[in-house]
């Protein structure tokens, strides 16, 4: 079993910045690819960003590229997510998600919600314009 905590959500206005940190309980973190997820009022729950278990591999939302950034550090079980240029479309809950990745290979980058096993509770960002 994998626990995920989030943390960094807050109250910004537009054009500001936020870093979000994903902590993970289980020391082999470093074999877990990792995804954040965020979910706005009425909507499904949609990929931002995601790292392989190697972090030599990320992929971005079209919405989010060029303004988020994720990384990770495995020697911390920690994940992060670096937000810039915020817009009021970015509100939303954001959660941290944990996929074991034993078989996947180092650049594997998980997109979709189901390949994740694990997930945080959320936190929550609202951009202000």
């Known amino acids: 079993q994998v626990r995920l905590v989030e943390s960094g959500g807050g109250l910004v206005q537009a054009g500001g910045s936020l870093r979000l940190s994903c902590a993970a309980s289980?020391?082999?973190?470093?074999?877990?690819?990792m995804g954040w997820f965020r979910q706005a009022p009425g909507k499904e729950r949609d990929l931002v960003a995601a790292?392989?278990?190697?972090?030599?591999?990320?992929s971005y939302a079209d919405s989010v590229k060029g303004r988020f950034t994720i990384s990770r550090d495995r020697s911390k079980n920690m994940m992060y997510l670096e937000m810039n240029t915020l817009k009021p479309e970015d509100t939303a809950v954001y959660y941290c998600?944990?996929?074991?990745?034993?078989?996947?290979?180092?650049?594997?980058?998980?997109?979709?919600?189901?390949?994740?096993?694990?997930w945080g509770q959320g936190t929550q960002v609202t951009v202000s314009s």
């Open positions: 998600a944990a996929r074991l990745s034993p078989y996947d290979s180092g650049d594997y980058v998980a997109l979709n919600g189901r390949e994740y096993d694990y």
């Open positions: 289980r020391h082999t973190f470093s074999r877990y690819g």
């Open positions: 790292i392989s278990w190697s972090g030599g591999s990320t």
